[in-house]
């Protein structure tokens, strides 16, 4: 199971084969954007807000184990509304916002309930596998 720090080491690596640059890189402990990258030629900018499959608290209970259907529900949800609040952001260079998700059927099953509504706001979505690939 993937945590939300390894989600994010994950698509820094994926943004840095882009070609951008990783301005912050925030932990599980700090508050979004999770990742703020820069293309340093076309100063285009992704903010990013990530997700894990399981706690990365060793002091939760539910650290190491996976999150039910209502625990993605809710996570998928706050992404989703965090991604929305950053494509208000005044940044003045060309911004992309995204989402990066897990690679779980439950993950999977919540984005395509939303049906078009991320691709109809511009926010991408990224589902992480556990061995570090990223894909949309």
């Known amino acids: 199971m993937i945590t939300e720090n390894e989600v994010i080491s994950a698509v820094c690596r994926h943004l840095e084969g882009m070609g951008y640059e990783i301005e912050e890189a925030r932990s599980t402990y700090e508050h979004d954007p999770d990742i703020i990258a820069r293309h340093p030629k076309t100063n285009e900018v992704f903010l990013v807000e990530a997700k894990g499959a399981t706690s990365s608290k060793e002091d939760s209970n539910r650290f190491g184990k996976p999150f039910n259907s209502?625990?993605?529900?809710?996570?998928?949800?706050?992404?989703?509304?965090?991604?929305?609040?950053?494509?208000?952001?005044?940044?003045?260079?060309?911004?992309?916002?995204?989402?990066?998700?897990?690679?779980?059927?439950?993950?999977?099953?919540?984005?395509?309930?939303?049906?078009?509504?991320?691709?109809?706001?511009?926010?991408?979505?990224?589902?992480?596998?556990?061995?570090?690939?990223?894909?949309?």
Not at 71 to 82: C, G, L, N
Not at 90 to 113: G, I, N
């Open 70 to 136: 209502s625990q993605v529900f809710t996570h998928v949800a706050k992404a989703f509304f965090t991604a929305m609040k950053l494509l208000c952001t005044k940044e003045k260079a060309a911004l992309h916002v995204a989402v990066a998700l897990p690679e779980t059927p439950l993950h999977r099953r919540q984005v395509e309930s939303a049906g078009n509504a991320f691709t109809k706001l511009g926010i991408v979505v990224w589902f992480v596998s556990p061995d570090g690939k990223v894909e949309k």
